[in-house]
């Protein structure tokens, strides 16, 4: 009996790569052997996290860093420090804002469920672009950087950008729009890493805040997210997140890397916004292990290693009737994936109904297409054991009796 069983619940075979409701990537073991080292000791958490901004920075080539308890944390500490800088009273005040600016710009196309994580800080969200006469899921109208700087005005505190495959306009032209109005871009890279480069790609580009989520394609804990940028936005969000029941604030010494804020702050906030967002020691931990691991040629043998399992499945069912596979990428240098196509008609199964057999059988894949006759397996979180298992249902499910 393992410890969920223990507990009533039965583990599921995720297939679906880094979707958070199956729990998202299953991490590397030299991370976890960390978070269980790190669970015996007691730490200054002003401390860990300054030491974790030197490792975030090395790796991202940003100014400073901060481990979070997800990348919607990482968002909503990212649109508090643009809203508020390094003013205690703005702290003290959110989520009411009241008084002061708090517009965030985004195009209308990348706007989705998780724009709550600016709400949460109290921003608004400006979407710009103009939609379809006539919208389709699948078509949007192309937004360019003159639609976003017409929406610039005095209450705009920032710009957030979804860095998506497809997503216009093009970030770099958004990046130079902002610098000219003196205004920071945050970026929303939960989901891009891989490829490795993606890491410091967007602060190379000039960008002020970029999120990343530590639990999906970094592999740290599923509760863990990166925020990295400018020092004096990083230096705001660590004072909204961690403890400020310290002492009297003339005594406190603030480690190196954030003296910023003992310069800057007027006084002390009281507990911030992200208190309730707060990140622990062990999952700090087990993120910068699993950081110092995330190697571009690691990462290419990984994918090799991967493939050769898809491959294997593939080998298994490719050949049946009505069945057709295709190895395939979310987006270029991601995790590979396995194209499981169906046609209905000659197998006498639709997608749908394979799909739901899987998951009876407690293997859940990538289903976002299945309505159109295919899905994915996934190959993030499978290894030689999870891969026949794998093989052998699905060659089971697809072949006529």
Known sequence: MNIYER?????IINVAGTKTRYGAALMEEEALKAMNEAANYSVNLFDLEAAASKIIAQKTHAEAG?????????????????ICGLNVNKMNSLPDTTNFPHEFIMPWHQISGYDHSIKVAGGKIIPVGIQPD???????????????EAEVNEN??????????GSHPPLQEVIKLAKRYQVPVIVDAAA???PVENLHRFIDYGADLVCFSGGKGIRGPQASGILCGRKELICSAVMQMLDMAIRPFDEWEPPTEFKLLK?????????????GAKVSKEAIIGLLVALENLDSDKF??????LRSLLNKISSLIKDLEGVETQMSEEYKNAYPMLMVKID??????????????????????????????????HSLNINEKISKIVGEKLFHILKKN
């Open 7 to 11: 507990f009533g619940v039965r583990p």
């Open 66 to 82: 901060l481990v979070t308890c997800g990348a919607f944390a990482s968002l909503t500490l990212a649109a508090a420090a643009c």
């Open 134 to 148: 006539t919208p389709h899921p699948n078509e949007v109208t192309k937004i360019t950087v003159r639609d976003v």
């Open 156 to 165: 705009t505190v920032g710009i957030v950008y979804a860095a998506r495959y």
């Open 192 to 194: 891009q890493i891989p």
């Open 263 to 275: 310069e800057k702050l007027r006084g002390r906030p009281a507990h911030g916004i992200g208190r």
């Open 300 to 305: 290419k043998q990984k994918a090799e290693y």
């Open 344 to 377: 209905e008609k000659k197998l006498g199964k639709s997608a749908n109904d394979v799909v739901k057999e899987l998951e009876d059988s407690n293997i859940f894949p990538r289903d976002n297409y299945k309505d159109s006759g295919f899905f994915y397996i």
